[in-house]
């Protein structure tokens, strides 16, 4: 069964960074794709990075593009997501997921989830 722990999340000025990290307990890690997706209070969860198993390609929401960026250490089985320039509406919990197949970015295209973490960005 694969096991996803999250960590990194906190409390951060806006224009502030963090850094979100995911050990994923997955046995052939280097074949699954990983992303992130976050859930804000009163909205439904969405994609806003995820890093491909074949050629380590990052690809982002457009809300976070040029500021998020997402990375994988296969021999560590992690994946890494460094936000920058944070905003306020980056607030909300960040969940680490990953998927052994499908090419889509969607919370319906992954089959395990972690706990999720949470980031608020203050004013």
């Known amino acids: 069964q694969v096991q996803l722990v999250e960590s990194g999340g906190g409390l951060v000025q806006a224009g502030g960074s963090l850094r979100l990290s995911c050990v994923a307990s997955?046995?052939?890690?280097?074949?699954?794709?990983m992303a992130w997706f976050r859930q804000a209070p009163g909205k439904e969860r969405e994609f806003a990075a995820g890093?491909?198993?074949?050629?380590?390609?990052?690809y982002y929401a457009d809300s976070v593009k040029g500021r998020f960026t997402i990375s994988r250490d296969n021999a560590k089985n992690t994946v890494e997501l460094q936000m920058n320039s944070l905003k306020p509406e980056d607030t909300a919990v960040y969940y680490c997921?990953?998927?052994?197949?499908?090419?889509?970015?969607?919370?319906?295209?992954?089959?395990?989830w972690g706990q999720g973490t949470q980031v608020t960005v203050s004013s």
């Open positions: 997955i046995r052939t890690f280097s074949t699954y794709r």
């Open positions: 997921a990953t998927a052994r197949a499908g090419s889509a970015w969607l919370p319906t295209s992954f089959t395990s």
């Open positions: 890093i491909t198993w074949h050629d380590n390609k990052g």
